[in-house]
């Protein structure tokens, strides 16, 4: 059963209803609860989600992000780009970690439903009639977890990350900042990528 409020802010933040943002709500929700942990107010949790570009049910990390507060601009939640609908949360202060994925058989019920096909049909989600949706939705939020999810087992994942940099110089192209790892030569100028011409 997931809390009314955070689906409502959840929807807000994502932009519209679909069932792949309350999974990965669920999906977060029942790791935290694994781990004994709450919400990350900084970098103590980092989520690394299994999904890729441009494909079905994505939506599933905004669920991911906001359940658990690590964010992109927080740089704890990673894309591991599997193609899979999987997250693992691993706590950088115990070095502890665990993985969650819905069911196979849940998201085989999203697949064949008719808000899947017409997404596939290229109706933007927002414009999926509440009646397409709303069971589904319904379907992701009262389920119970054993049904929806499989929940690991916690096992140990000592979590390495390099320190953040504050090195920062201004283009002498364009004049705007960029961080200096970043920065290219050209000509005997410190330029930004898009300035240089050269690939990432």
């Known amino acids: 059963m997931l809390d009314e409020e955070l689906l409502r802010f959840g929807q807000r933040f994502h932009g519209h209803k679909c069932p792949a943002m309350p999974m990965g709500l669920r999906a977060a929700l029942a ?32 669920g991911v992000q906001v359940a658990t507060g690590c964010t992109l601009g927080k740089g704890n939640i990673r894309k591991l780009h599997f193609g899979k609908w999987g997250l693992t949360l691993v706590d950088r202060r115990n070095g ?38 709303d069971p ?7 389920m119970p977890e054993t049904d929806l999810l499989v929940v690991g ?4 994942h000592a979590w390495k990350d390099a320190p953040h940099t504050f090195e920062t110089v201004a283009c002498e192209a ?17 330029v930004c990528i898009p300035c240089s011409g050269y690939g990432r």
């Open 174 to 190: 364009c004049g705007e900042m960029v961080v200096t790892r970043n920065a290219r030569l050209l000509d005997g100028r410190v």
């Open 96 to 133: 502890k970690a665990v993985r969650v994925v819905p069911r196979t058989e849940v998201m085989r019920r999203n697949k064949q439903s008719k808000f899947m096909e017409l997404r596939a049909s290229g109706v933007p989600a927002s414009q999926v009639p509440d009646a397409v949706v």
């Open 31 to 62: 790791a935290m609860e694994k781990l004994g942990v709450s919400r990350a107010p900084d970098g103590q949790l980092v989520a690394l989600i299994e999904i890729d570009e441009d494909h079905c049910a994505t939506c599933f990390a905004d």
């Open 153 to 156: 087992e916690v096992y140990d």
């Open 136 to 142: 589904l939705v319904e379907m992701v939020v009262n």
